[in-house]
């Protein structure tokens, strides 16, 4: 009884064309078929598989709860992979037997070849489904009346993985399919995500243009029912350090077509590998650095809003206090995100790329989501911060100080009066307006080149062929053939690279810039601070209510205004030594300084810059009589004379000494004296006012470049439209920081804009 094995194997072909679905109360080819298995139990089994009964086809693995997860996890797979070795171990050899629809076995078939594809493709990459570690994906649409030509018969696959036993002897491991279109008493139980639910089975088709004849089998079918999905899954066993996985699980999704016209008519197909191993420990690890990180970065924004607030000259704790606070903590989170991903990056490019024995696979895109929220909000918070800056140094205090002095006299006629008096010589403003140019053009001087920057990343992702790092295949090469598979993107990847080559260029040019460049051919901020001292003209620079910079720039020859003759033997005997120091004090080189000004000193410059900029009060001090230009001029002749005599120590009620800051107050970017009755001018040796200016902002500039450019290539799939975004933003921002600082400059220091160039 039941040992017609063709019938047996024909009654399974049914039950698998019906989606192997079960009922209790079904009668259909599943629901007999199980009625035979049941009946059959003390007939024996076959390899010792419970679910294998002589002369029966395998369909099932049982409905018992919880036996998918047994199957899928219990054991491992007996054999390693490695992505670097021999063929036996870098390729998957999947291996069918077939049948057709009567039962009858057709032969062994090998997946290679594209047995299961559908979709058409050359040898080469239809194979590369089957490389260990390639992720692989196929998708296109066939048109039916192709299918139905091509599969006019039926054919069903019991699936295989061929390994290697102890003893040499070639061994087979049954594959378990998951169909999705199963029905478990009338639910689909496979399309959960909860394992315990689902019923594996063992037998699957491709397309199934017999079911859907109505009467005649020589007519062409009403419906044709398509495997549209087809998925191999690998899972990697956690803590393996040998390429060990779990048994392999097949998807399959099946499509119902309608046929009314087979010529017009098409179906989307895809093919897919995938591979995932357990990612929690990663989260888990991501998570704890992402806290830790994260409260230290509440610390350091608080130091820097303490810093800030004595630098403002004020106690209270406001809502612009708080306000400053999380400007300062986004900045510090976007580093820590930052840096988080691309830790994350730069780990998973190298250890999944550069092993041999498979112990690491990538996220699956799915797993990525939050890998990409995390770049996201880097790029928001960073982006805050880059505004900030932007508005900080839009709004800084700045003045020239003019030490030159009249010299002589000349008599000047008196309009009316008929006589000439004699006035003092006037001062040429020609060396003001040649240092606002000068101060005008390094705002938005960078430690790197920004075009060098992108080009040189573009170059290397898309020339030179490090964008082939970021694919989802265990090649680390950088050439690929053109005849070669290609396998999907990594999100993950593609950012480590991007921004692994941002970092990495960015740190040659700076270190380039820093000890070649700017010693051998032009360092711009040191020439500025050399001008400063030629033209005898000096910075007072406010970034800060009661903090700012100072350059002193006082000539050592008491004069600049000369001519060549008379300029070129100054600096000869400068050369020689032949005249005092440079410095602010007597016997030293110290030109710059960080300045904390008293209240006092800060009203009273704000009482003079009011007249300087006529919006209040004290304009009406001046000559009513007098048109705006004489106004200005003398508004900026108050300011010269008070800031000079200030410098020049003569306002003892507003003095200031000078230190050298504390190790400690350097790290923390904060100073522990209070102005209270002296301002204090802190020796500054590394050029400091460059804060309010690009060049001293570069970490800031290069982690938002890197951040825009990953953005939008995540969103784009494309480097070389994301260099060019990226590079139209620097050209933006730079030109509204030229334009918008051009006219603070002008605003604060009294210069004319038509003379800034």
Known sequence: LYSNLTACQALGNMCVMNMNSLSSSSNDACGLFQYIFVST????????????????????????????????????????????????????????????????????????????????????????????????????????????????????????????????????????VLNLNLQYNEKFVNQGSNMNNWLLTRRFFLVDALSGKENDLGKPPRVIRIASKITI????????????????????AYTDVLVQNPETQSVMVSFAVSYEMNQREAQIQTDIALGVLGGLAVLWS??????????????LIDLQTVFKFLLFYAGDLANVFFIITVGTGIYWLVFFKAQQFVSVLLPLPSQEEDF???????????????LHLLVSQLAIDIFFIDWERPKGKVLKAVEGEGVTKSTAAPVSIWRTYFIANEWNEIQTVRKINPLFQVLAVLFFLEVVGFSNLAL????????????????????????????????????????????????????????????????????????????????HGRSVHGHADTNMEEMNMNLKREAENL??????????????????????????????????????????????????????????????????????????????????????????????????????????????????????????????????????????????????????????????????????LASKTLVDQRFLI
């Open 302 to 315: 608080l130091l820097k809003t303490a810093g800030w607030k004595r630098r403002t000259g004020s106690s």
């Open 41 to 176: 139990a003390r007939v024996g089994i076959i390899h010792s598989i419970p679910y294998w009964r002589p002369n029966l086809p395998w369909l099932y693995y049982g409905d018992q709860p919880g036996l998918a997860s047994q199957v899928l996890e219990k054991n491992h797979f007996p054999t390693t992979f490695t992505f670097k070795g021999t063929d036996k171990d870098v390729k998957l050899k999947f291996i069918a037997a077939s049948f057709d629809a009567a039962g009858n076995f057709l032969k062994w078939q090998s997946l290679e070849g594209g047995l299961l594809q559908l979709c058409p493709d050359t040898q080469t990459k239809l194979d590369a489904a089957y490389v260990f570690g390639t992720t692989y994906q196929q998708n296109c649409k066939i048109s039916v009346s192709k299918i139905l030509l091509d599969f006019a018969n039926p054919v069903f696959y019991d699936l295989f993985l061929e390994y290697n036993g102890g003893n040499g002897q070639q061994h087979l491991w049954a594959v378990p």
């Open 233 to 252: 899954s690998i899972r990697l066993v956690s803590h393996t350090q040998r390429g060990t996985i779990y048994p392999p699980l097949i998807t399959v």
């Open 472 to 551: 989802m295949d265990a090649s680390s090469s950088l050439t690929r053939s053109s005849e070669s598979y290609v396998a999907p993107w990594s999100r993950i990847l593609r950012f480590g690279v991007s921004a692994a080559l941002w970092v990495a260029i960015a740190i040659l040019q700076v270190i380039f810039f820093a000890v070649i460049y700017e010693r051998f051919v032009e360092d711009k901020i040191s020439q500025f601070v050399d001008l400063c001292c030629v033209s005898n003209i000096s910075v007072f620079l406010l970034s800060h209510n009661c903090f700012g910079h100072y350059i």
């Open 579 to 744: 005249c005092s120091q440079r410095g602010l004090l007597p016997n030293t080189d110290g030109q710059t300084f960080q300045i904390s000004i008293s209240r006092k000193m800060r009203l009273n410059y704000d009482w003079i810059h009011e007249t300087l900029t006529r919006k209040r009060g004290p304009a009406r001090l001046l000559d009513s009589s007098a048109n705006t230009f004489e106004q200005s001029t003398r508004a900026y002749n108050a300011m010269n004379k008070f800031l000079s005599s200030f410098i020049d120590h003569v306002h003892k009620e507003m003095d200031y000494i000078v230190k050298d800051k504390l190790l400690l107050e350097r790290i923390l970017g904060m100073e522990f004296m209070e102005p209270i009755e002296k301002s204090i001018f802190y020796n500054d040796e590394g050029h400091s006012f460059t804060d309010v200016l690009y060049y001293g902002n570069e970490t800031t500039l290069l982690i938002f470049d890197i951040l825009f450019f990953s953005v939008v290539d995540l969103a784009s799939q494309s480097f070389v439209l994301a260099a060019i975004l990226t590079y139209l933003q620097q050209e933006i921002f730079r030109f509204i920081r030229t334009t918008l600082g051009q006219k603070n």
């Open 372 to 386: 990409v929220t995390y770049i996201a909000c880097a790029f928001s918070l960073k982006a805050l911060q880059f």
